[in-house]
C-alpha cells in the first residue's frame, strides 16, 4: 500500500520518511520534480549514500541535467519499476512537495507517452515551421498561447492519440491517504538549509550543470547570478506558500499543523500500523 507524507520544502518531512522506513523496513518512492535530476544532491538535499544503504529510495537520479523531464516521464519510470504492482505486494512510503506527481499518481492520470524518435523530428523545426506542420497534416493549433514546445506537444498528441493510456491502478487506503506536514517553522528552516546547502558547495553543484534543460532551469538556485543565498531564501518560501494553498485543496490528506515532529510520526505510524 503507498502512503504518503507530504508537506512543505524543509518541513523535515524527508528526515522523518527516514527514520519511518529503516523501522518499518519499507522503501521510500521519491515525490519530488528536481530530485529525479542526477547532479543535484546538495539542491535537492537528496538521502546520503548511508540513508541510501540503509533505505532503499525510488525516484532518484532518473535523468541527466540536459534532459527535459515531465510528470509523463515520472509515470513511466514509476510504470518501469512496477510501482502499482508492488502497491498491492508491500508498503512503500512516498515523500515530497511536488503537487502535479501526487495527483497524476492518486487520480490514474490519463496520459500519451512521447516517442523520442518524433520529439527529436519536431525539436529540428522552427516556430513557422511547426505551424506548417499543423497545416499540412491538419491539426487544429491549440487555443492557449503558441510557443514552439505547445506546438510539438499539440503534435505528439495528435499523432500518439491511439497509444494514450490510464496510470495503473494503485493500492491506497479509503479516504486519507497520507498527511501534509505544515511545519509553522519552514521560513526559519528553510534559511538554515540554504545556509548548510551553500557550505556544503551548492554554488559549485550549480555551476558543473552544462547545457541544463528547460525543465532544471525552473529549479530554485538556477539563473541566481548574486546575493544566492536570500534569493534562494525566497523563491523558495515562495515555494513553500503555494505547497500550503495547493495543498489545503487535497481532501485525502490530513492536514497538520505543527513542528512537534512526534506527532506526525505518530500519526504516520497509526495510519500505516491500521
Not at 66 to 94: G, M
Not at 237 to 248: D, Y
Amino acid at each position: 500500500m503507498l502512503y504518503f507524507l507530504t508537506g512543505t520544502t524543509a518541513s523535515g518531512k524527508s528526515t522523518l520518511a527516514h527514520k519511518i522506513a529503516i523501522e518499518k523496513n519499507i522503501p521510500i518512492l521519491s515525490l519530488d520534480s528536481m530530485a529525479v535530476y542526477k547532479g543535484l544532491d546538495i539542491l535537492t538535499a537528496k538521502p546520503t549514500d548511508v540513508m541510501r544503504s540503509e533505505v532503499l529510495y525510488y525516484g532518484l537520479d532518473i535523468a541527466d541535467t540536459d534532459q527535459n523531464f515531465s510528470v509523463v516521464d515520472y509515470l513511466n519510470y514509476l510504470i518501469d519499476k512496477n510501482i502499482p504492482e508492488l502497491s498491492f505486494e508491500q508498503d512503500i512510503l512516498v515523500v515530497g512537495g511536488t503537487g502535479l506527481y501526487y495527483k497524476s499518481i492518486i487520480d490514474s492520470f490519463e496520459f500519451r507517452p512521447t516517442d523520442p524518435a518524433i520529439r527529436a523530428e519536431l525539436e529540428q523545426l522552427n516556430y513557422d515551421q511547426l505551424l506548417k506542420f499543423h497545416e499540412l497534416h491538419e491539426i487544429q493549433l491549440p487555443k492557449t498561447e503558441l510557443n514552439k514546445r505547445r506546438l510539438i506537444r499539440n503534435i505528439e498528441d495528435n499523432i500518439l492519440e491511439q497509444s494514450k493510456y490510464i496510470f495503473p491502478p494503485i493500492n491506497v487506503k479509503k479516504g486519507t491517504v497520507g498527511i501534509f506536514w505544515n511545519n509553522p517553522n519552514y521560513k526559519e528552516n528553510i534559511r538554515i538549509r540554504t545556509n548548510e546547502m551553500i557550505e556544503q558547495g551548492l554554488v559549485s553543484e550549480i555551476n558543473n550543470i552544462k547545457n541544463p534543460s528547460k525543465t532544471i532551469l525552473q529549479a530554485i538556485g538556477m539563473n541566481i547570478d548574486k546575493d544566492i543565498e536570500e534569493n534562494i531564501n525566497i523563491k523558495t518560501m515562495k515555494l513553500a506558500k503555494k505547497q500550503i494553498t495547493w495543498f489545503k485543496k487535497e481532501p485525502r490528506l490530513k492536514m497538520i499543523e505543527s513542528v512537534d515532529e512526534s506527532m506526525i510520526y505518530e500519526s504516520m505510524m497509526e495510519m500505516i500500523n491500521e
